[in-house]
């Protein structure tokens, strides 16, 4: 309570140099000066957000980017934020405090606290699905964190927003095992609340979450990949939101255990089409963010193949399994993965992306391999190796 008179006039303070400033820097061109009260990247995150945040709005924008739910169970903090849900819950509820964690582009994905404060935190649409980017909502700590990289407060009227000017926000942010920015961790409540201690906590609680994740990395998950049927991918029992294309591509990457270079994945996506280096680097990267970052690239070369299933031998799907004898042969042999629906018919078609794919008409060939005699199998390749064998033969007879 003794702090409270110099919260009061700490405010006082703010809200003048802030009605001072802020109409200056909405003129164009126009750059912050020095100030006694103000922080230097106070002033100077005002000058950036001015050109898109209006400083009356009075609630932050919602995300467009899909539903917030599947995107929280699919990030990275999922697992280790729910582990702490129970602390944290109780340190927003005795204190008087709400908390949120965001994404890296700064949209809340989970929020806990107490009845009052959730109410309050609703009204400006700190809850999840909210955008708090500099970009959306101007100066709050949750931005200066994801721009600096570093733990911020921002206290009253130190937010460009004038609606939030009776808050006070504690954040930090939260590193990978890699460095990489995954999100931040937010502790808010009202500005006559300020206390040095909640810097202290945010800054503790981020460490039990990156040391979590570390030890998650170091146990990897298991993924369970199902493509007959109803195609999905379930991480421990938990299914993961993929979309056909990205399931596509984890189906292509299971069929080579032995990894694949950067240069043959691409080739084996996509074949002879003309693609962009970033158009394959944004499929792969929004797998790997879909997946918790569960694959990486491969930079060695794969392995030769074993003697049980030499180079000669077809790409061709059992009809009982409907899985080929050697995946992968059967990775090698096709330039570009088919959709299930290509292992039988006739006809060129469209599939959702709208590249085409080509259907193979059923035919049934012998075919030696060296799992057994010659067995009656249906090819789904136009490049088979008992077939060129065959022509080859029919050669030499021919010519001998």
Known sequence: ????????????????????????????????????????????????????????????????????????????????????????????????????????????????????????????????????????????????ALRTGRPSSVFSAEHLVSALHGWVCYCAPVHGPDGRVLGVLDLSTTWDRSHPLAMSTVRTLVSTIEARLTTEVARPSRLRLTCLGSEQVAREGRPLPLRPRQLEILTLLALEPGGFSPERLRAALYGDRPVTSSTFKAEISHLRRALGGAISPATTPSPPPSPATPPTSCARWSRATRTP????????????????????????????????????????????????????????????????????????????
């Open 325 to 400: 004898p050697c995946s992968a042969t059967a990775a090698r042999s096709c330039p570009a993965p088919r959709h299930p629906a290509s292992r039988s018919g006739a006809a060129a078609s469209k599939w959702p992306y709208g590249r085409p794919y080509w259907r193979v008409p059923a035919r049934k060939t012998p075919c030696a391999t060296a799992n057994g005699p010659r067995t009656t199998r249906r090819s789904t390749s136009t490049r088979c190796g008992c077939s060129a064998r065959r022509t080859r033969a029919v050669r030499s007879r021919r010519a001998g």
């Open 1 to 144: 309570m003794s702090q409270r008179p110099d919260l009061r006039q700490r405010r006082a303070v703010l809200e003048h140099e802030w009605s001072r400033w802020v109409p200056r820097l909405s003129v164009a061109g126009a750059r912050p000066g020095g100030s006694a009260a103000l922080r230097h990247e106070v002033t100077e995150s005002w000058a950036r957000s001015l050109s898109s945040v209006d400083p009356g709005r009075d609630s932050a924008p919602v995300t467009d980017g899909g539903p917030v739910h599947e995107r929280w169970t699919s990030s990275p903090l999922y697992r280790p934020v729910s582990g702490l849900a129970g602390e944290l819950r109780s340190i927003a509820e005795d204190a008087g405090f709400v908390t949120a964690v965001t994404d890296e582009s700064g949209t809340i994905l989970w929020t806990c606290g107490g009845p009052t404060m959730r109410r309050h935190a609703e009204r400006v649409n700190f809850a999840p699905g909210g955008r708090w980017d500099e970009q959306a909502m101007g100066t709050n700590a949750l931005s200066l």
